[in-house]
């Protein structure tokens, strides 16, 4: 069954385009991801599929209803976190908790079950104001307070943003056993390395979708030969391949740097044999698998480059 | 590079909330051109940290120097030796590119002639001419990240303070944005900075871990790799930062 079903959706702010003639589909119990950068438009689209926000055109379909006519259906269906966790500051933890869930005619006791696994992490401090945790705690407050009504549909809008890499991959531990339990989940990203935590991603940048796919079919898509160098001496290597007249692309990469090449016949051979002509002698390069990050610079620069 | 030069010295520096203790005895050396990574977790202490070296808050305890000047007593002069940039604050998103250039100038105290000269150097390297008058809301947000960086050393400070200076940007730009920092090094100017991406951790040429108010790990990023048997940064900060949770 298809949770969400989007055909051709658009929206406009004046005269900027928001999300442009967007269309996908989420299956249920899927982890569904979107990888893209501010400003992308990801926000947007998660406030439409909330039902937040009317879209100029298209349709956006939830459990198999519309999202503007049906929307106060949806809001009891659809558990939504939106980035800057939307909490009550002067509020405790559990004050904010119970608020969510009275909104929805629940209570925290009816669903606990849902809620223990994160929210027994905060529980011991109860009766702190949400203003005084810190982010780490937010986070799971807010993901609890999404919860607390049973929804079929979470929408997590940047969750771990400005989170520390610790507490990020407790997040993501989270939502693999929220997953098991059933609730299709639609998450929103910045960083690359969480793609491949998801079923499927789309990769979003200036309101369009570049690709839709497993992480592994975003990887197979990619067709270039990529080499990884390794040298001491990176940002004068990086200078030295920038001017390079058969560069496709070079780019810093944690300890090394990525490169490809104009040539179908290129080897590491011959780009050796180059930096050594320049001068760079403590070099060493392989050819290497591309990564999720490999595939979606080279979309946006494929993007921008036709412009 | 003169590796002795240091430009930033700290010594047993602590600050005390109440009773809670948000840094705790932290000592290290920063030396000139190094582009130096302070990471910690949410709540570590870095942003306190990184407000004492900034001459915006009095450390309880302990001894740092910010370009030479002390941090109990000449805080007003470590403000004008230092670049300051966070992605929180940086840029006035109603004035227009050219305004923000030129209010920033002014706060540094450049003569006319030399915000005139300056404006039209940024509005040139940065590609930003067309742009001039447009309003910094009508940005995308790397060309943001870049002028804001560019107007954080407007003044030619020695030091740059870089609080996550590329959240949530594309990752091309945010490499963009590294290059900036590698050239500024390359200038001579000491970079300071704070991020969540451990692949931009890599890029440094030293980092502090810091877990708990301490700096549990200081080195070049090769060498903490090799001491903690990891193959990345990210997995020595999860290493250090977890050990430190599940005691």
Request: with cysteine; charged share 25%; glycine share 8%.
């Amino acid at each position: 069954m298809k949770v969400v079903e989007v055909r051709g959706l658009t929206k406009k702010y004046g005269k900027k385009t928001a999300i442009s003639n967007l269309s996908f589909e989420v299956n249920e119990g899927e982890l569904f991801g979107f990888i893209g950068p501010d400003g992308a438009g990801k926000t947007t689209l998660f406030r439409i599929l909330t039902t937040l926000l009317l879209p100029n055109s298209g349709s956006a379909k939830i459990l198999g209803k519309d999202v503007v006519k049906d929307y106060k259906y949806l809001r009891n269906h659809i558990g939504y976190m939106p980035g800057r966790f939307s909490l009550y500051m002067d509020l405790t933890v559990e004050e904010n908790l119970r608020f969510f869930a009275s909104i929805f005619n629940t209570t925290i006791e009816e669903n606990y079950q849902l809620v223990k696994d994160i929210y027994s992490q905060i529980e011991p401090f109860k009766k702190r104001r949400a203003g005084q945790l810190s982010g780490g705690m937010k986070q799971k407050l807010a993901l609890s307070c999404a919860l607390i009504h049973k929804p079929r549909l979470l929408v997590l809008d940047e969750p771990t943003t400005g989170v520390d890499a610790v507490s990020r991959k407790e997040f993501w531990e989270m939502l693999k056993r929220l997953k098991e339990q059933g609730i299709t989940i639609i998450v929103s990203t910045p960083y690359m390395d969480e793609a491949v935590l998801c079923d499927r991603i789309a990769f979003i940048q200036n309101g369009s979708i570049l690709d839709i796919n497993t992480p592994a079919g975003i990887i197979s898509g990619y067709k270039k030969k990529l080499f990884s160098i390794e040298t001491m001496r990176k940002y004068n290597v990086i200078k030295i391949l920038e001017t390079y007249e058969y560069k496709d692309s070079v780019f810093p990469f944690g300890d090394s740097i990525h490169y490809t090449d104009k040539r179908e016949s290129i080897n590491s051979e011959i780009l050796i044999d180059y930096l050594h002509s320049t001068g760079i002698n403590d070099c060493s390069v392989s050819e290497i698998e591309s990564g999720i990050e490999d595939v979606f610079m080279s979309l946006i620069k494929e993007g921008t480059d036709g412009q | 590079m003169d590796n002795n030069h240091k430009v930033i010295e700290v010594t047993d520096l602590t600050k005390k909330f109440g009773n809670f203790t948000a840094v705790s005895q932290i000592t290290f050396d920063v030396n000139e051109g190094e582009i130096f990574g302070f990471l910690g977790a949410n709540g570590a202490g870095k942003t306190t940290a990184m407000k004492m070296l900034t001459g915006l808050l009095s450390p309880t305890s302990g001894k740092a120097k910010v370009a030479g000047f002390d941090v109990y007593k000449q805080s007003e002069q470590i403000k004008k030796h230092i670049g300051y940039m966070s992605q929180k604050f940086s840029l006035y998103e109603d004035l227009t590119i050219v305004e923000n250039i030129s209010f920033y100038a002014g706060i540094y105290g450049l003569t006319d002639e030399q915000i005139s000269e300056k404006t039209n150097f940024l509005l040139k390297k940065l590609d930003l001419e067309k742009s001039r008058n447009e309003l910094i809301k009508s940005l995308p947000l790397g060309w943001k990240q870049k002028l804001a960086f560019s107007v954080a050393i407007i003044h030619d400070p020695g030091i740059v303070f870089l609080d996550e200076p590329t959240g949530g940007v594309d990752p091309i730009t945010r490499r963009q944005f590294w290059n900036l920092i590698y050239e500024a090094s390359e200038n001579k100017k000491t970079i300071f900075v704070t991020t969540h991406y451990m692949d931009e951790a890599e890029y440094c040429d030293r980092i502090s871990i810091m877990v708990d108010g301490k700096i549990e790990a200081l080195d070049s990023p090769v060498n903490l790799k090799e001491k903690y048997y990891c193959k990345s940064i990210n997995e020595v900060f999860i290493h250090l930062a977890r050990k430190n949770k599940n005691q």
